[in-house]
């Protein structure tokens, strides 16, 4: 029994590993440092691991502060049909509209992803290195979740279509299965945005569009499986957890026809997009000479509050995948 509850308890945590997984979201921003140009990779190169290691820093403040949690999604559909045209896509015309705690409690990402782009670019004009890097890392975070069809989507876990679980499935299982296997990563090169806020809200449309998808093929799917290969067990760190089986999860992805490839590929291109995007409207600074190399201890000190609040492991304010 004891085990059976301590089993319970890990895929409870399971499910609260939001977004990509720190598995997707660590390989989007490591992978993203390819496409810069020879200017950005001497800075972005030597701190690589950085980057990805800190990719998942907000996930882990959602332990720490409610307004976290609604930078990471927006449920979209609430505001009618696609392509909800009800929603404005500025913030202060949606907020005129539907006031700032209904806007705040449906999901911010799509603003959010452009209130960071700007902290970026001041933080280039600056020439803070430790800023860039804290910035970099985070934003590249907040533009992979918008990349996740669920982040788009009120039934962000299956919760009311009897589907608990899809959300991880989705974005970590799929991933972590097959990305260093199947997928591709050759990507070009980073581009400038011009026109950022209309790039972004176009990946949460997609995103919006691709739910519906998502849920349906994970219904048709378990109709047709034999039921008792959908999960399996497996051994992580010497505990028997359950997953969706190896076959379910191959079946999905090709049912799928590369969905979350594609995705896992746009959320690169795109965080090294935003990347270059804020370094040239910054005016283009040497990164060879920049100030600030090292973070202040108030800066260490909030990482490894992030850390401490992680692992005791309670969401602040409302719970959202
Ligand atoms: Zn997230």
Same mark, same amino acid.
Request: hydrophobic content about 40%.
């Given at each position: ?35 810069? &140009? &020879? ?18 820093? &907000? ?12 930078? @990471? ?67 590249? @975070? ?11 989507? @009120? ?19 799929? &991933?972590? !299965? ?77 049912? !799928? ?29 040497? !990164? ?31 719970? @959202?995948?």
């Amino acid at each position: 029994m004891k085990k059976v509850c301590f089993v319970l308890v890990l895929l409870l945590m399971a499910e609260q590993c939001f977004c990509w997984g720190f598995y997707g979201h660590r390989k989007i921003n490591y992978l993203a440092v390819f496409l810069l &140009p &020879p200017e950005m990779l001497v800075l972005y190169k030597p701190h690589i691991e950085f980057l990805s290691e800190h990719s998942v820093d &907000p996930d882990k403040r959602r332990y720490a502060i409610p307004e976290e949690g609604p930078r @990471h999604y927006i449920d979209i559909d609430h505001y009618g049909n696609y392509p909800y045209k009800e929603l404005p896509h500025n913030y202060d015309s949606a907020v005129a509209k539907f006031g700032a705690d209904s806007v705040a409690a449906y999901g911010i990402v799509p603003w959010w992803v452009q209130t960071m782009l700007w902290r970026l670019t001041a933080a280039f004009k600056e020439k803070n290195q430790a800023k860039i890097l804290k910035l970099s890392a985070e934003i590249g @975070h907040y533009i992979a979740d918008a990349h996740v069809p669920l982040h788009a989507s @009120h039934n962000h876990n299956g919760q009311f279509t009897n589907q608990n679980g899809i959300h991880g499935f989705w974005e970590s299982r799929v &991933p972590e !299965l097959l990305a260093e296997k199947e997928f591709e990563f050759w990507l070009g090169k980073a581009m400038h945005i011009k026109n950022p806020g209309q790039f972004i809200w176009s990946r949460v449309l997609e995103s919006a569009a691709a739910a519906d998808t998502v849920l349906r093929f994970e219904k048709e799917l378990t109709a047709s499986f034999p039921a008792d290969q959908k999960y399996a067990f497996e051994n992580r760190n010497g505990i028997t957890t359950k997953v969706y089986s190896t076959s379910f999860t191959v079946a999905y992805n090709n049912k !799928l026809l590369g969905m979350v490839e594609r995705r896992m590929q746009q959320s690169v291109y795109a965080v090294a997009s935003f990347w270059y995007t804020a370094w040239v409207n910054a005016g283009q600074p040497d !990164l060879k000479k920049l100030s600030n190399k090292d973070f202040t201890a108030e800066e260490l000190k909030e990482f490894e509050e992030l850390n401490t609040n992680w692992r005791k492991g309670k969401v602040v304010g409302r719970e @959202h995948d």
